[in-house]
């Protein structure tokens, strides 16, 4: 029988320096990870989540990477690994939304845009965490945590189709992924957050809808940290392919 490898290694963590990235790369380091990020263009807001975990006592590392950029995710894997050592965990994080609008207002650049990083770039990112944690490649296996978006099973009709189906993309990445490397001690999971307090949503989105959820509040980056931190970890040991709802039952 293989074995599910997991442990307080090396986590990485794309799009790191603000919101849920930014959550789940200190939370990890609370919970005993070295603790490597990406960030796209904000060096000052990188640098704070690396200072906020090295004050808790791991080692961090942040570099410059768009993840919608194959060389740039090489680079960002290569960077982390020489500085940190062997990543055993990789939140594939970074995203965007799309500006609102119907479908039928949608442009080649804006769908191109939003597939290219959410979609394409999480591809590239679990590709590249394979190559280097899969045992048939000479590692010494992992976990890969995909965040989408509830979106992918609403639809945000009237805000961005484009977006919801971009993180649908990520939701049967989880699932195929899983299957192909569950023997090569990798674990594959899924989150779907809901309406979150961060700075991804166009102004004034949360005070309009944030109420909405049954639980009748928007997220906080920390409660999806938290999750994201329980699947890194061995405490997950069991699950591999699911994606799980942190959306205040919406
Ligand atoms: N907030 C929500 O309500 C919500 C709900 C469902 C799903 N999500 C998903 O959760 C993830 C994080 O969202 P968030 O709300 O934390 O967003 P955010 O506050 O806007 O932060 C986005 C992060 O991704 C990075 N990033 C953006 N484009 C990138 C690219 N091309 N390459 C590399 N890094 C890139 C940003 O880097 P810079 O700081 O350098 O710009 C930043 O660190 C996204 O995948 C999003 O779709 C969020």
Redo the contacts with the bound molecule.
């Keep these: 029988m293989s074995e599910i490898v997991a442990g307080r290694g090396v986590a990485l963590v794309?799009?790191?320096?603000?919101?849920?990235?930014?959550a789940a790369a200190v939370e990890l380091a609370r919970d005993g990870w070295n603790v490597g990020i990406?960030?796209?263009?904000?060096a000052d807001?990188?640098k704070r989540v690396v200072d906020a975990c090295t004050e808790l006592g791991r080692r961090a590392f942040a570099v410059q990477?768009?993840?919608?950029e194959a060389d740039d995710v090489e680079g960002l894997f290569d960077g982390v690994t020489a500085e940190l050592g062997a990543i055993g965990a990789v939140i594939n994080?970074?995203?965007?939304?799309s500006p609102s609008g119907r479908v039928d207002q949608y442009d080649v650049a804006r769908l191109e845009r939003v597939f290219r990083?959410?979609s394409i770039?999480a591809f590239l990112v679990a590709g590249a965490a394979v190559r280097r944690m899969s045992t048939a490649h000479g590692g010494s296996g992992g976990v890969i945590v995909n965040?989408?978006?509830?979106?992918s099973v609403l639809g945000s009709a009237g805000e961005y189709v484009d977006?919801a189906s971009s993180?649908a993309a990520v939701d049967a990445l989880t699932v195929g992924l899983a299957n192909e490397v569950a023997k090569e001690g990798i674990r594959v999971l899924g989150i779907?957050?809901?309406?979150?307090?961060?700075?991804?949503?166009e102004p004034g989105r949360l005070d309009r809808i944030g109420t909405t959820p049954p639980l009748g509040r928007?997220g906080t980056?920390h409660e999806v940290a938290a999750l994201i931190t329980f699947l890194a970890s061995d405490r997950s040991s069991y699950m591999t392919g699911s994606t799980i709802d942190v959306a205040g039952g919406r």
């Design positions: 794309t799009g790191g320096s603000r919101g849920i990235g930014a990406s960030y796209r263009t904000r807001e990188a990477a768009d993840v919608a994080n970074a995203g965007i939304v990083i959410n770039g965040v989408s978006s509830r979106a977006y993180k779907r957050p809901g309406l979150i307090e961060t700075d991804i949503h928007p980056a």
